[in-house]
């Protein structure tokens, strides 16, 4: 359960949740998710580190910058659930 738990803290965080959804998109370098989080680069770096420690993104360096892309897609699905419970709508 500690590590169920563990992945859900990590999509606790309304930065940490929108980078995941900015990613479903396709794989982005840290520089477009400091961008569009309007956050310090430090503060982004450490989202990112607890979303790859929680295995729900994955990261390489190229050049200067490091790229990060979701390692499991499927993080989707869940956050689709979660919206229709909001709606009302659970299936």
């Known amino acids: ?6 992945i859900l803290k ?3 965080h309304p930065a940490r949740m929108s980078m995941v959804e900015s990613l479903a998109g ?3 370098c840290v520089c477009a998710l400091v961008e ?5 680069f430090s503060t982004v770096s450490k989202h990112l580190t ?3 420690n929680a295995g729900i993104v994955e990261s ?3 050049g ?3 790229w990060y892309r979701l390692k499991v897609p499927c993080i989707m699905k869940f ?13």
Not at 1 to 6: C, E, F, K, L, V
Not at 36 to 40: F, P, Q
Not at 79 to 91: N, R
């Open 79 to 91: 956050l689709d659930c979660a919206d229709a419970v909001l709606k009302g709508k659970c299936p």
């Open 36 to 40: 569009e989080a309007g956050l310090d």
């Open 64 to 66: 200067r910058w490091v």
């Open 1 to 6: 359960m500690t590590d169920r738990a563990q």
């Open 50 to 52: 607890i979303l790859r």
């Open 26 to 28: 396709g794989e982005k």
């Open 60 to 62: 390489d360096k190229r």
């Open 10 to 12: 990590a999509l606790g």
